[in-house]
């Protein structure tokens, strides 16, 4: 185990809904990223959290936003769900300050939009 | 842009014998690579890292993973298989970095099925 956890497990919504997911990272570290992972396929990059601030972002359009906390867990929000936006979600959190950290995974969230 | 490549989707092995999972990378400057595995219903599991340093890398349970820098390959390896390792197994690079981290770019995955 990582000490990453993330919740909810699972996630049944419906199209145009929105939906927040929720992340807490392994003690000590201060940065969280976060991936989906669409069936079949690896995860892809959404965007990563740094002291509070976005950090980076993947090729996601805006109605993926996020935050992150003073105690460095994180929120991701998904607003208008579209089918497509069905996945394995993860989060991970990695160690300040080092270019070559290694990233810890959380369980993952489980999204259905029907 | 960073990449990695994993040709095949599916290894299937018999028990207790060696095991390669394959990756190949396409990086601007120094490459970081990682491997990962993801067990059904399960998020995914740091296996090993090359940062710099010896082109043999050793990780968790018995997996290690030597990095080819002329044919630009990172193969996941195993001297004896084990029905539990049967897993979906993942490569990743570290994205062209910026200030305090970076994302990682995966690969398609490789599933590892390992017989009995």
């Known amino acids: 185990e990582t000490g990453v956890t993330q919740s909810p497990t699972h996630l049944i919504k419906t199209r145009g809904q929105q939906v927040t997911l929720r992340c807490s990272s392994q003690?000590?570290?201060?940065?969280v990223s976060w991936y989906q992972q669409a069936l079949g396929q690896g995860p892809q990059f959404i965007f990563q959290?740094?002291?509070?601030?976005?950090?980076g972002r993947g090729n996601f359009p805006p109605r993926f936003s996020g935050l992150q906390f003073p105690n460095y867990s994180s929120e991701l929000n998904v607003n208008a769900l579209e089918l497509d936006d069905s996945a394995l979600y993860l989060c991970a959190s990695s160690q300040p300050g080092r270019a070559q950290e290694t990233q810890y995974f959380g369980p993952g969230t489980r999204l259905l939009v029907l | 842009a960073q990449s990695v490549a994993q040709p095949e989707d599916q290894v299937n092995v018999a028990e207790g014998n060696p095991l390669t999972v394959k990756c190949t990378y396409s990086?601007?400057?120094?490459?970081?690579l990682f491997w990962y595995v993801q067990y059904p219903n399960r998020g995914l599991q740091f296996l090993l890292k090359?940062?710099?340093?010896?082109?043999l890398v050793k990780g968790s349970y018995g997996f290690e993973a030597e990095f080819n820098k002329s044919q630009t390959s990172f193969h996941l390896k195993k001297p004896s298989a084990l029905v539990s390792d049967s897993a979906l197994y993942f490569c990743?690079?570290?994205?062209?970095?910026?200030?305090?981290?970076?994302?990682?770019?995966f690969g398609k995955g490789t599933t590892l099925s390992v017989s009995s």
């Open positions: 003690s000590g570290h201060n940065t």
């Open positions: 959290y740094y002291r509070e601030e976005e950090n």
């Open positions: 990086v601007s400057g120094n490459p970081y």
């Open positions: 990743a690079v570290r994205d062209i970095p910026n200030q305090a981290g970076t994302a990682l770019i």
């Open positions: 090359y940062i710099t340093g010896d082109n």
